[in-house]
């Protein structure tokens, strides 16, 4: 059973950085062809992709968000981490991490946290 | 401004058919990417609901079907019932974007 779990502060000022750490079971991150990613939704508004990592290491990041993005994973403990720099209001949304099946579509999503910017 | 295109809102009434559109262009459905549908209930985190144009995971009902032709891909519902009231999103793969995924801005569907 694939679970996962996205951790982090609810509550960031403007300029800081955000860091969430995604906790998964069920799976294994040195899988060929798995992955994690990062989707998060303003209040009322779309899902918007962020980052994906894959279980060679390879990374991809949204172009228009690349600069301050940066996502890494730890084998060991089962989690990903996820950072965003410089934070502005605009960037309150509810963030969730997901399991990447070999496919380029999420199967398995956490429960999603919503980090307020103020 | 999603990267593609569904409608703001679709109705129905229970028992009848449905339809949800997803335009996009020749950099990603249209390329031959694959399209993939969630289903979103409120205050809950997204479901998978068709993946690879047309396949539905373990315990979706076949109720819902998917299809992809040239640069556009639809999510059809059929026999609505009211707990089907929900956004759907459909997602892509686009090579203009640097291999970036995208959505479409979502589709409420309202059961009247």
């Known amino acids: 059973q694939i679970t996962l779990k996205e951790s982090g502060p609810t509550l960031v000022k403007p300029t800081q950085t955000l860091t969430l750490t995604c906790t998964f079971s069920?799976?294994?991150?040195?899988?060929?062809?798995?992955?994690v990613v990062w989707i998060r939704q303003p209040p009322g508004k779309a899902l918007e992709w962020l980052a994906l990592?894959?279980?060679?290491?390879?990374?991809l990041y949204s172009p228009t968000l690349k600069s301050r993005l940066t996502i890494a994973k730890d084998t060991s403990k089962n989690q990903v981490v996820f950072t965003m720099t410089n934070m502005d209001p605009v960037d309150t949304a509810t963030y969730y991490c997901?399991?990447?099946?070999?496919?380029?579509?999420?199967?398995?999503w956490g429960q999603g946290t919503l980090v307020t910017v103020s | 401004q999603s990267v593609l295109t569904q409608p703001p809102s679709v109705s129905g009434a229970p028992g009848q058919r449905v339809t949800i559109s997803c335009a996009g262009s020749?950099?990603?459905?249209?390329?031959?990417?694959?399209a993939h549908w969630y289903q979103q209930l409120p205050g809950r985190a997204p479901k998978l609901l068709i993946y690879?144009?047309?396949n539905r995971p373990s315990g979706v009902p076949d109720r819902f079907s998917g299809s992809r032709s040239g640069t556009s891909a639809s999510l059809a519902i059929t026999g609505l019932q009211a707990d089907d009231e929900a956004v759907y999103y459909c997602?892509?793969?686009?090579?203009?974007?640097?291999?970036?995924?995208?959505f479409g801005g979502g589709t409420k569907l309202t059961v009247l």
């Open positions: 690879g144009n047309n």
């Open positions: 069920g799976f294994s991150l040195t899988t060929s062809g798995v992955g």
């Open positions: 020749s950099s990603n459905l249209g390329a031959g990417y694959d």
């Open positions: 997901a399991h990447r099946a070999d496919g380029s579509y999420s199967n398995y």
């Open positions: 990592i894959y279980w060679n290491d390879d990374k």
């Open positions: 997602q892509s793969y686009d090579i203009n974007l640097v291999d970036s995924w995208v």
